[in-house]
């Protein structure tokens, strides 16, 4: 059945031609591209007119000798035989990691391969250079499975979506902390048990703090912010607050004012400059995005032509892998690559506006002494930043030790106002716990 599946050998007469490709890893998203391969062969075929066989695969460990032998390719751990090998137009380097996995996608553009990545943090936090490396040389660089799993948004933000001038993005672009979020929300469980379970169901990234800092979503912004302004804003700067902040309590408030909390990716141009973050935030729960749960991601993006959501498994093997498999075949049915959708590869750095100037609703919860006077100092320094209050609810009991919570919803307010709020009633001894502030979307 393998002999079938790859029969090794020039295609012959009347038979489809062959692509050999090979593999730099083979874990989660390594496997699900080799059953897509298999599986899906005879629709490869008929939209390609080739067929795909996967011949090499490097391995750094020998564990992984028995399953790449299993599906008919050679287990190498030299990646210079994958590089040598002309047979082998197209690598996949699906390893992760910034060290090595960069020096071989270099070694592999200059050879002349076309490289397929699922590594958003190379390509985020130094990437620009493999870009314009990739034009020079002529070779496709396709990295859809870099964001959103198999949710396909970087297709259609170089293509489909080309005719939209676009203004804003946002998404949950993280399975890991959309699904903790989802867990501890819907079934009241406690952080560390939801992030056992998406360990387990494959969600998360090997350093799963990547995930719960929100730097994986961090590094999926960066390359969606390329490929929607076409400017490169430096990851190093893009402010990022993860879901490690957030409490239960804080969840039920959210849901008792009718939120959820999400993990979002925002950015948006004003005026040509970018503002961006990656911060949790209170969803109106009637909002799509509210209603985007487990491992699932959603990116919506609006433009000068309209709305566009989309929405998909983020992560996993099957998605991902389908999302590989997408780049290799592209490398077949394009010519010319085109791998940030720009004629030029090489962006101009983004200018940028300070998140902490954007204009929003706020959710702001202290835990304070239950004492006269205490609401109307707080409201007093929130009316001297000119915060306008909207609801506040205050419970007479809590889990919060000595504490109670009080929670205000505001007007439209500068963050920048709200956090020099915060700051005056700490520094008035007003608060007897950590105060936490959401935006609202
Ligand atoms: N760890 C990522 C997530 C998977 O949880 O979304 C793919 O990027």
């Not at 676009?166 to 079934?187: C, F, H, P, R, V």
């Not at 699932?296 to 498999?325: K, Q």
């Amino acid at each position: 059945m393998l002999e079938e599946q790859h029969p090794g050998r020039p295609a012959g007469p009347g038979q489809p031609q062959r692509l050999d490709i090979a593999l730099a890893g083979f874990g989660t998203v390594g496997q699900g591209l080799a059953r897509l391969v298999h599986e899906n062969r005879e629709s490869i075929r008929r939209r390609t007119g080739k067929e795909i066989r996967i011949k090499s695969v490097l391995i750094r460990s020998e564990h992984r000798r028995a399953a790449v032998e299993a599906i008919g390719a050679r287990a190498v751990t030299d990646y210079r035989e994958l590089l040598d090998d002309p047979d082998i137009a197209v690598v996949c380097e699906l390893m992760g990691g910034t060290g090595f996995a960069r020096r071989f996608l270099e070694e592999a553009i200059a050879a002349g391969k076309h490289v397929v990545t699922a590594n958003k943090a190379l390509l985020a936090e130094n990437g620009m250079d493999l870009f314009a490396q990739a034009q020079a040389r002529g070779v496709h660089l396709g990295f859809e499975a870099s964001v959103a799993g198999g949710i396909p948004v970087v297709q259609p933000l170089k293509e489909a979506l080309a005719g939209n001038r676009l203004q804003s993005l946002l998404g949950i672009l993280n399975g890991t902390a959309n699904y903790i979020l989802t867990e501890m929300t819907d079934k009241g469980l406690d952080f560390g048990t939801a992030l056992g379970q998406a360990q387990q169901l494959g969600y998360a990234e090997a350093d799963p703090t990547l995930d719960i800092q929100g730097i994986d979503a961090a590094h999926k912004l960066v390359l969606l912010i390329r490929l929607a302004f076409g400017v490169d804003y430096p990851f190093a700067q893009l402010p990022v607050t993860g879901i490690t902040v957030v409490t239960p309590m804080d969840i039920a408030f959210a849901r008792e004012f009718g939120f959820r909390i999400k993990l979002l990716a925002q950015a948006r141009l004003v005026d040509g400059k970018v503002e961006a973050g990656v911060y949790p935030a209170l969803v109106p729960e009637g909002y799509l995005l509210a209603s985007v749960s487990g491992a699932y991601n959603a990116i919506r993006l609006e433009g000068n032509a309209g709305p566009v959501v989309l929405h998909g498994r983020g992560a996993g093997d099957m998605p991902t892998g389908s999302a590989v498999l997408a780049d290799v075949m592209a490398t077949i049915r394009h010519d010319a690559p085109d791998n940030l959708g720009f004629v030029d590869s090489r962006l101009p750095e983004a200018e940028i506006l300070d998140l902490d100037d954007a204009v929003s609703e706020h959710y702001v919860r202290f835990i304070v002494p239950d004492a006269p006077g205490v609401l109307r100092d707080i409201a007093g320094v929130m009316a001297d930043h000119a915060i306008s209050l909207q609801q506040v609810i205050q419970k007479s009991r809590s889990d919060a030790g000595e504490g109670i919570p009080l929670v205000f919803l505001t007007h439209e307010a500068a963050a920048d106002a709200v956090h020099k709020a915060m700051r005056q009633v700490e520094a008035l001894g007003l608060t007897l716990g950590t105060t936490m502030h959401y935006r609202i979307l």
